[in-house]
């Protein structure tokens, strides 16, 4: 979302964009000017890691779309497919086994967020 915000105030500032993103409802619903969208897992949108053809094909079509979208809130899709479908098996996968061990994550990540929030409030 951050990358999304910052985009959209570059364009206010007249500077052109585009997103290179594998969020898409995320990145759509920010309202940026030109969407690259790969359909691949969270982290990847540049193409597969050590791919270097893919990822070069996919930063020409970033520069096309910077030259040549014609409307606002323009989206294009890439043609590429991650080498298996795993990942979308396991997005999101909370199992009897993990909710534990998320649970006790979350605890972690909140104390550690009431640290840094009791620090700055010291300042």
């Not at 951050?2 to 990145?27: C, F, K, Q, W, Y």
């Not at 897992?41 to 040549?68: H, K, W």
């Not at 998320?102 to 409030?121: M, S």
Request: hydrophobic residues 40%.
């Amino acid at each position: 979302m951050s990358v999304s915000l910052t985009a959209r105030h570059l364009e206010a500032n007249g500077i052109p964009t585009v997103v290179m993103a594998s969020a898409r409802d995320i990145v759509e619903q920010a309202g940026v000017a030109r969407l690259l969208f790969t359909d691949f897992p969270l982290g990847n949108p540049c193409g597969v890691p050590y791919d270097v053809e893919m990822q070069r094909a996919i930063t020409r079509m970033a520069l096309d779309l910077l030259e040549n979208a014609r409307f606002p809130r323009t989206t294009v899709q890439t043609p590429f497919q991650w080498p298996t479908d795993e990942w979308r098996r396991n997005f999101m996968l909370i199992t009897p086994e993990k909710i534990e061990e998320l649970r006790v994550a979350g605890e972690v990540r909140r104390r550690e967020q009431a640290a840094r929030k009791a620090k700055f409030e010291k300042i």
